[in-house]
T-cell receptor
Framework: GAVVSQHPSWVICKSGTSVKIECRSL??????MFWYRQFPKQSLMLMAT?????????EQGVEKDKFLINHASLTLSTLTVTSAHPEDSSFYIC????????????FGQGTRLTVV | SQQGEEDPQALSIQEGENATMNCSYK?????LQWYRQNSGRGLVHLIL?????REKHSGRLRVTLDTSKKSSSLLITASRAADTASYFC?????????FGTGTSLTVIP
């Protein structure tokens, strides 16, 4: 399958700071990327859908001012967790859709965020 | 995203045995992927099967897809201790994913 890379794989930050997570499609252009959050022992929950060149669409209950998403190019979307708190500690995963008419999407390996 | 169902939720087998996990979903999909996730670690893509495919093999993995029953199965043959992980399916409609809740597999050496 196509390769989607997330960076960093894990990060520890202090409360109140902001953390940026990158999601890159390495060998294809992705007009649409998805951001998920996974709580321990649970499945993935969609946070937002990111479309290149436009504002992200957030799922109900997700604070758009806290989880800033930027999809500035066809190969890169970023998720910034602003003013992080310990309750934001989680596993964040992106997936990228292959092309505007793509029928396939692939996941990045995920980023584990720990806020201390 | 919407949840599918996966069974069993937990499976414990002896090394060398086969492990079968099942996944069901609720709407039409373009394709379905199986992923592995080790505890506290990232996702590892295992295999993708498209809606027009019924069976696919990759090494010790065998995946089936029954679109009429909206279900898929993952078979791991000759299991190894290193196969211990959580496995989940993700069905993609073209707009969103359906996720199984995952099967926690333990392979006992």
């Amino acid at each position: 399958g196509a390769v989607v890379s997330q960076h960093p794989s894990w990060v520890i930050c202090k409360s109140g700071t902001s953390v940026k997570i990158e999601c890159r499609s390495l060998d294809f252009q992705a007009t649409t990327m998805f951001w998920y959050r996974q709580f321990p022992k649970q499945s993935l929950m969609l946070m937002a859908t990111s479309n290149e060149g436009s504002k992200a669409t957030y799922e109900q209950g997700v604070e758009k001012d806290k989880f800033l998403i930027n999809h500035a190019s066809l190969t890169l979307s970023t998720l910034t967790v602003t003013s992080a708190h310990p309750e934001d500690s989680s596993f964040y995963i992106c997936s990228a859709k292959t092309g505007s008419g793509g029928t396939e999407a692939f996941f990045g390996q995920g980023t584990r965020l720990t806020v201390v | 995203s919407q949840q599918g169902e996966e069974d069993p939720q937990a499976l414990s087998i002896q090394e060398g045995e086969n492990a079968t996990m099942n996944c069901s979903y609720k709407t039409s999909i373009n394709n379905l992927q199986w992923y592995r996730q080790n505890s506290g670690r990232g996702l590892v893509h295992l295999i993708l099967i498209r809606s027009n495919e019924r069976e696919k093999h990759s090494g010790r993995l065998r995946v089936t897809l029954d679109t009429s029953k909206k279900s898929s199965s993952l078979l791991i043959t000759a299991s190894r201790a290193a196969d211990t992980a959580s496995y989940f399916c993700a069905g993609y409609t073209g707009n969103q994913f359906y996720f199984g809740t995952g099967t926690s597999l333990t392979v006992i050496p």
